[in-house]
Nanobody, 117 residues
Framework: VQLQASGGGLVQAGGSLRLSCAAS????????MGWYRQVPGKQHELVAT???????IYGDSVKGRFTISRDSAKNTVYLQMNNLKPEDTAVYYCHAEIGRLVTSNFWGQGTQVTVSS
């Protein structure tokens, strides 16, 4: 399974960006896809995930500003990020959880999001 992320970049505070992540390869029993982010020296932080059933989970710091959505036919997940803040600056990693009885985690290559003040 390969995850290809795109859409990062530089934006001013208050601006918006949209991230995309497409999963390819042999995919069966896709359970969820989502985004985590990491700042140097800190652990991965959950941004948002969405299950194949459409259930969403958001990190507290992005609730009300970010929206995750999916295109199941394309195995693609999107993250619309609005009202961006400098503290949203991080490398954003796409994530997929696959499996039925035993799950496996897959990660994309990461895309940089930089929010200037």
């Amino acid at each position: 399974v390969q995850l290809q992320a795109s859409g990062g970049g530089l934006v001013q505070a208050g601006g918006s960006l949209r991230l995309s992540c497409a999963a390819s390869g042999t995919i069966s029993d896709l359970r969820s896809m989502g985004w985590y982010r990491q700042v140097p020296g800190k652990q991965h932080e959950l941004v948002a995930t969405i299950t194949t059933g459409g259930e969403t989970i958001y990190g507290d710091s992005v609730k009300g500003r970010f929206t995750i959505s999916r295109d199941s036919a394309k195995n693609t997940v999107y993250l619309q990020m609005n009202n961006l803040k400098p503290e949203d600056t991080a490398v954003y990693y796409c994530h997929a959880e696959i499996g039925r009885l035993v799950t496996s985690n897959f990660w994309g290559q990461g895309t940089q999001v930089t929010v200037s003040s």
